[in-house]
């Protein structure tokens, strides 16, 4: 067994209560991060909590040209699908097509089932979860803007293969990530903890 770590609990305690979703309006575009950094990102994903170390994490990571397929692709699959409801919106049509361009890289969030595991679903979407987590704070850490979006195509299920998936797993949607355009930090709102606690003493 190791020695325990020291750790700097204000600087826990900092990050935590810190971290906050900037969306694209507050992204720099036409400069992205280095690969290395979003590393470290992915690094720090990988070490979420994890029921019988399934590490059900999967993630696909856009940059460059990469980040126009993605915009390519979505897009696209969004106007089939329109033409077999009937309804297609143009406001998201293009916002599919051009909002990946505006970040520096796009990560596809995928929950991979291991079905020999015999794991309730639930634990390994929360898995995943903590693992973006661990990524929403190591970005915040960084000072750089990011958030978790679960808009299309994460609930159509003819996506999945395009990003790795087979039919038992699940996209969880898509961390958008950039260097912020602006030096300010976004102020955090929460209402008080004790509104949300129990305690059973006796």
């Given at each position: ?70 915009a390519d692709y979505q897009s696209n ?64 850490a960084r000072g750089l803007a ?57």
């Amino acid at each position: 067994m190791n020695n325990k770590p020291v750790f700097n609990i204000e600087e826990v305690n900092k990050i935590i209560r810190h971290r906050r979703s900037q969306f694209v309006a507050q992204f720099k575009e036409n400069d992205p991060i280095e690969d290395s950094i979003i590393k470290e990102l992915l690094e720090n994903a990988n070490w979420a909590p994890t029921h019988k170390l399934t590490q059900p994490w999967h993630y696909m990571v856009f940059s460059g040209e990469g980040l126009k397929k993605l915009a390519d692709y979505q897009s696209n699959l969004y106007k089939e699908r329109s033409e077999k409801t009937g309804v297609f919106k143009e406001a998201v049509y293009t916002k599919l097509k051009e909002n990946p361009l505006k970040a520096s890289h796009v990560i596809a969030i995928g929950m991979k089932r291991d079905l020999r595991a015999n794991l309730p679903e639930m634990e390994e979407i929360a898995a995943v979860a903590m693992s973006v987590q661990n990524m929403y704070l190591t970005a915040s850490a960084r000072g750089l803007a990011a958030y978790w979006s679960t808009g299309a195509p994460t609930f159509w299920p003819e996506a999945k293969p395009f990003f790795g998936l087979g039919e038992e797993d699940m996209l969880m949607g898509f961390f958008f990530i950039a260097k912020p355009v602006s030096d300010g930090w976004p102020e955090g709102k929460r209402t008080p903890i004790s509104d949300k606690v129990t305690w059973v003493k006796e």
